[in-house]
Nanobody, 127 residues
């Protein structure tokens, strides 16, 4: 079982970002998926999630309006797309899975409620 987030790097302020979270060893679309980020010196923050296999995406207040997450089930991949990137978006971005989730709502779930985490990908927003 593996989750791999990728697509990070140096991005210009005002530009857009697209990250991928690819799962291997299990079918991602049966489970709840969360996107998180951890800025230097700060706690890990949930920014977007799907609570169940067929749920709509939920978003954290800090990124609402700029963030879209989506699933590509045949590719076993979840995407994160954020526009108008700001220096305060600099962070390591992670994806995590909640196996067989039956959650009603996910954006306020605690980190420990997720079963498995992928390696993060660093995003640096700077000119």
């Amino acid at each position: 079982v593996q989750l791999q987030a990728s697509g990070g790097g140096l991005v210009q302020p005002g530009s857009s970002l697209r990250l991928s979270c690819v799962a291997s060893g299990f079918p991602m679309h049966y489970h709840g998926i969360g996107w998180f980020r951890q800025a230097p010196g700060k706690d890990r923050e949930g920014i977007g999630c799907f609570s169940t296999a067929d749920a709509s995406a939920e978003y954290g207040d800090s990124v609402k309006g700029r963030l879209t997450i989506s699933r590509d089930n045949p590719k076993n991949t979840v995407y994160l797309e954020m526009n108008d990137m700001k220096p305060e978006d600099t962070a390591v971005y992670f994806c995590a899975v909640k196996y067989g989730s039956r959650w009603s709502g996910c954006i306020n779930r605690q980190l420990l409620e997720y079963d498995f985490w992928g390696q993060g990908t660093l995003v640096t927003v700077s000119s």
